[in-house]
């Protein structure tokens, strides 16, 4: 498959995601499977770019405290001491038009950016399990907060993170599903219904009191 792949001068992207709580371990030991597997990519499988997301075994999403933590602290390592391309990958526990979902959007959004990810991928909703439950507007929010975070303070990030993960963190057992695409979405003009534009400015509205500076 890889010989086939650089044969035909095709970019190769190898995805792995390692799951925390399970037969690796905790954060820490995560951590490390996580850059050895990073750069096993690069090493064995002739990647051009890496596409990452730690996932919680518990709860089936990239958004965890814990998993945030492992996230970051790979891609801080890889950025610091390679020139390699790393991505990350997006699943909430939560659903389309949901503050929930959108406040975990930006949470893994301000630290992709901070820790020096080239490249971020989203998003899967709902754990990323449910039929027709992503949306444009995830990416929106997941766009919209990595250009406001390009240029911040580490030290400034990571007590907005903070605020924003306590603000579901609580939730994870009544996580609401949202609303399918259809339900959510005008699909013969393929926009956001009127529903869902309200709880997008909401959920942006909670991020700039907390100090994001985002458009309005």
């Known amino acids: 498959m890889i010989s086939g792949w650089k044969h035909n001068g095709d970019v190769i992207m190898v995805e792995q995601m390692p799951i925390l709580g399970g037969y690796i371990g ?21 990647a051009h770019y890496h596409l990452d997301g730690p996932i919680h075994v518990r709860w089936g999403m990239t958004t965890s405290r814990e ?16 020139e390699l391309l790393v991505a990350n990958q997006f699943y909430t526990i939560a659903g389309p038009c949901t503050e929930m979902c959108l406040h975990e959007i930006a949470a893994q959004a301000l630290l992709d950016t901070a820790s020096g ?4 991928s989203g998003c899967a909703t709902a754990k990323g399990v449910s039929e027709d439950y992503t949306t444009g507007m995830e990416a929106r929010m997941l766009g919209e907060v990595s ?17 924003i993960v306590r603000s579901y963190e609580r ?15 005008n699909v013969r003009k393929v ?19 907390l100090g994001l500076d985002l458009p309005s």
């Open 147 to 163: 250009a406001a975070a390009a240029g911040m303070d580490v030290d400034d990030v990571n007590r907005l993170i903070k605020k």
């Open 191 to 209: 926009v956001p219904t009127k529903e869902y534009l309200r709880t997008y400015d909401s959920a942006s509205e909670t991020l700039r009191d």
């Open 67 to 82: 998993t945030l933590q492992v996230a970051g602290h790979v891609a801080a390592a890889i950025d610091a001491n390679t």
């Open 117 to 120: 990810r080239e490249l971020v």
């Open 171 to 185: 939730q994870y057992l009544t996580a609401p599903l949202g609303r399918s695409f259809q339900e959510c979405y």
């Open 26 to 46: 905790g954060i820490e030991e995560t951590a490390i499977c996580d850059i050895a597997t990073t750069l096993t990519s690069f090493t064995l499988l002739n």
